[in-house]
């Protein structure tokens, strides 16, 4: 793992030019380029150290062209490259090369090094500053946090998965043909052994099972991920319990089932999500109020596009603070240019879910499309 960023815990300045509330990809990204351009900076993360999340924790080309030129380098946090998908429901199996390069690494690292190199650009990030509360006012913003208030002329909601009160993501009712509710996601790491270790070397295995879908790959430290989303009700058939969950996708993926057989949980308990909204994309923003990451758009975690969206959110919202473009344009712009890779992952999400017979029969070319038309523009 990276060593912990210098990070300052003293009182922020009285106004800043930017306040970024979140200290994820996307807030991190932000932080950078603002910083690099002479802007004054504090972010606002509410955890105090390294911490993990429910992430799939795959790297696109795209969101390792965007790390590269944010002078973040993957190799040395120990990221693990990807090459091949394989993809089973029930007996069916497929395998396909990426056709970009690819990698996966933790959260944990990965958001530490981009809040080290925010602190070296020049950001003020403070740590363990929960906001409670992000107001307008008549020069800009001011958020009121655990350890005191924080005012700026812009600001950037970052705060991923979370919704800050007043902020909360909503979606109109004419978009209900893209909702995808319902779901809760899990992360959990194991060790694997290592024959189960050599076997996933350079892949990202998805297996699909009744009620939901899963990914399994190889992070730092000898570690695997395994991220899964699962309909509610379907988890509640289950007990709710993890163990009785884990069967369950055993049982319909012998694959998936010789990878975990006598794999060794990492965490006491799985990682949970719930109530995340999957299809979203936020059309419009108040003034001077930049959202980015899962507060702009969330893409199902199938697509593997969620982190290249958060970097590049972060980096078109850097940019329209610094050419003076409007958040109402700015948001309006990522909105479009998210739609159709959001639309086509949400719908084959949906058929995973829902239809996985078809859905596993048309595998080829879905994983053609997705590969083709989910990938975001590096700008």
Not at 104 to 129: K, N, P
Not at 209 to 232: H, K, R, S, W
Not at 265 to 272: C, D, G, Q, R, S
Not at 281 to 299: E, S
Request: proline share 6%; hydrophobic share 45%.
């Amino acid at each position: 793992m990276p060593d912990e960023p210098h990070v300052r815990l003293e009182s922020a300045a009285a106004h800043t030019d930017v306040l970024i509330v979140g200290g994820g990809l996307a807030g991190g990204a932000a932080a950078i380029l603002l910083a690099e351009a002479g802007r004054s900076v504090t972010l606002l993360e509410r955890t105090r150290g390294p911490h993990d999340k429910v992430c799939g924790e795959f790297l696109s080309g795209e969101a390792l062209q965007y790390l590269h030129h944010l002078g973040v380098d993957v190799v040395p946090l120990g990221a693990k490259p990807i090459t091949t998908l394989r993809f089973q429901h029930r007996s069916r199996c497929m395998q396909q090369q990426l056709p970009f390069a690819a990698a996966s690494l933790t959260r944990r690292a990965l958001d530490e090094a981009l809040l080290g190199r925010a602190c070296q650009a020049g950001a003020l990030v403070l740590r363990g500053e929960a906001v409670q509360a992000l107001t307008p006012t008549a020069s800009g913003w001011l958020a009121s946090a655990s350890q005191g208030q924080h005012s700026a002329t812009h600001a950037i909601l970052a705060t991923g998965k979370h919704d800050l009160r007043g902020h909360a993501r909503t979606r109109p009712a004419a978009r209900s043909s893209l909702r995808h509710d319902g779901l809760l996601a899990f992360n959990q790491y194991f060790r694997l052994t290592p024959q189960q270790t050599q076997a996933l070397q350079g892949t990202v295995q998805i297996a699909v099972f009744p009620g939901g879908y899963c990914g399994l790959q190889l992070v730092e430290d000898g570690t695997a991920n395994l991220g899964l989303l699962i309909q509610q009700n379907r988890l509640q058939s289950l007990g709710s319990s993890w163990p009785k969950l884990l069967e369950h996708v055993c049982a319909a993926s012998p694959q998936m089932a010789r990878y975990l057989h006598g794999a060794q949980p990492v965490l006491p308990k799985p990682l949970a999500l719930a109530h995340i909204p999957y299809g979203y994309r936020r059309q419009t923003a108040p003034a001077n109020l930049y959202a980015v990451g899962d507060q702009a758009a969330v893409i199902p975690s199938f697509s593997g596009d969620g982190m290249s969206i958060a970097l590049h959110s972060g980096v078109l919202a850097a940019r329209a603070i610094l050419a003076g473009q409007s958040s109402r344009v700015f948001q309006r712009q990522l909105a479009r240019q998210l739609r159709g890779p959001i639309a086509l992952a949400t719908f084959v999400s949906r058929a995973l879910l829902h239809t996985p017979t078809f859905a596993a029969a048309a595998a080829p070319y879905l994983f053609r499309q997705i590969a083709l038309h989910t990938r975001v523009p590096v700008q």
